[in-house]
């Protein structure tokens, strides 16, 4: 049974499949993302940038005024579409400055935010002067989930701005990571998902925390068990299940697509990482991933298009683990290379994490095709 | 015939892009993309050509007869009034 049917994701604009594609022949960066703040008004445990504590942006950061000097070297080198994530973006006092600006050099603009400030200016801003999409994290679907989770009092008011958001007419996507914290009420998320009728992103994997000053282990990480479970679960409720005979249709496709060199080295990027996209961080550093903190250089001292030619050579000797290529449990994994250097410190390492969790959910898989319950997530 | 200020002509990976920019967007939020023979006609207002003189460029680029060209031009400047992209010269942006 389908029980989700509003649980989509938002697919993408096919010319902005276009643009990638032709990007990707030439080396145009067609999109990329600007992090304009690692300050938050949250304090989420499991945040892999913000380190707690610091609400308002933080010294160093950069100014609007570089930051539309950078967007129009983007614009210059082909960037069309851009996300402006944090932190929390809209805690920046100057933040309709940077996107009106923006957005008169012709980008597409998409915002990450927690939902909680699109109030007052800047909900009649997004009101009169739509972004091409509000991406917006719902953490939970209780008051009490969002103190847990967030350190924040703030169910109430997110729900009410993605209502209000939603009835001028924008475009939003809702982003749902399920933790420790809130796993066990995916059925009550998935509930609110629906009654809100948008599309839906889901994550159980969570990166460990790579960007953060301090190092901390990953708070609040499922399991790999507890992960792959819950994914199972969340397919199973949208309909979209992997059936054993799919997954091997997919083996077969992955076969016949893997890099050239056979099993000399592994396979390089297959994302749109330094292909088509960049990523530059609050102190205007350029890197390929935001999950991947090797930045290549400083955008404002060196220029977007050295940055960019620089982040392109890097992607370009980024290796896969050979473990990988031939992998029996692909189909059900979402190893990529950040995943890969963010688990182990290194590209070419197959991250344990994501092993477990693929291998249980095989497993779970093979357990239902025998027409066994699946097991609910912890 | 003049290109609205509330659009911007982009060329990126060899396309030319008509995007909406401000509040624009909120009557349409996405991005048209130009035929060749459309991307030569938005050039030609952009350097201040009217119609009759955009219609000329394109007969003599695409070797076509001057007047399909002349109504394959007000046909294309037509449906880019209409989406509000083309103003008259003395229109207010
Ligand atoms: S399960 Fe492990 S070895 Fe297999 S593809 Fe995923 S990360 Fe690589």
Redesign the pocket.
Same mark, same amino acid.
């Given at each position: 049974m389908n029980e989700l049917q509003a649980v989509t994701t938002a697919s993408e604009p096919p010319v902005s499949r276009k643009l990638h594609a032709i990007g990707r022949r030439l080396g145009t960066p067609v999109s990329g993302t600007f992090e304009l703040t690692s300050g938050c008004n949250f304090n989420c445990r499991m945040c892999y940038i913000h380190d707690g504590g610091a609400k308002d942006p933080q010294a160093g950061e950069l100014t609007a005024a570089q930051w539309l000097s950078i967007g129009k070297e983007a614009a210059d080198a082909g960037t069309v579409f851009l996300l402006l994530t944090g932190g929390e973006p809209l805690l920046r006092r100057d933040f309709a400055e940077i996107y009106t600006g923006l957005k008169k050099l012709g980008m597409m603009i998409s915002v990450n935010t927690n939902g909680s400030l699109i109030t007052g200016d800047t909900a009649a801003l997004f009101e009169k002067n739509p972004p091409m999409r509000l991406n917006i994290s719902l953490y939970a679907d209780t008051p009490e989930g969002y103190r847990r989770q967030c350190g924040a009092d703030a169910y109430e008011n997110v729900v009410s701005n993605i209502r209000r958001m939603k009835a001028a007419g924008v475009q939003i996507k809702l982003n749902v990571s399920f933790t420790e914290y809130n796993a066990d009420r995916f059925r009550e998320i998935a509930a609110l998902v629906r009654e809100l009728d948008l599309h839906c992103q889901t994550s159980v994997y969570m990166y460990p925390p790579v960007r953060r000053t301090s190092p901390t282990a990953a708070q609040g990480r499922l399991s790999p068990e507890a992960a792959a479970k819950l994914r199972v679960q969340w397919d199973l409720m949208c309909g979209k299940t992997p059936t054993p005979e799919s997954a091997e249709e997919l083996r077969k496709l992955l076969r016949v697509s893997e890099c050239d060199d056979g099993n000399a080295r592994g396979e390089g990027v297959r994302c749109r990482a330094g292909h088509t996209a960049y990523w530059i961080d609050t102190k205007g550093q350029m890197m390929m991933c935001g999950m991947v903190p090797l930045p290549v250089g400083s955008v404002p001292e060196e220029g977007f298009l050295s940055c960019w030619q620089k982040t392109r050579a890097l992607m370009q000797t980024v290796r +896969? !683990?050979k473990? =990988?290529t031939n992998? /029996? @449990?692909?189909p059900? =994994?979402c190893?990529c290379p950040a #995943? =890969?250097f963010a688990e182990t410190g290194d590209f070419s390492t #197959? !991250?344990a994490y @994501? =092993?477990e +969790? /693929? /291998?249980c959910i095989e497993q779970e898989l093979l357990r239902l095709n025998k027409g066994e319950k699946a097991i609910e997530a912890e | 015939m003049k290109l609205s200020e509330d659009f911007i002509c982009r060329k990126v990976c060899g396309e030319t892009l008509l995007m909406p920019i401000g509040e624009k967007t909120k009557e349409f939020n996405g991005i048209f993309t130009l035929s060749e023979t459309g991307a030569l006609l938005i050039d030609a207002i952009v350097k201040g050509e009217n119609a009759d003189g955009a219609a000329a460029l394109l007969a003599e680029q695409f070797a076509v007869d001057i007047e399909i060209a002349r109504q394959d031009t007000l046909a294309f400047f037509e449906q880019l009034q209409q989406y509000g992209i083309l103003l008259d010269d003395d229109a207010a942006d």
């Open positions: +896969m !683990p473990k =990988c992998c /029996s @449990l692909r059900y =994994c190893v #995943a =890969c #197959a !991250p @994501l =092993c +969790m /693929s /291998s | -």
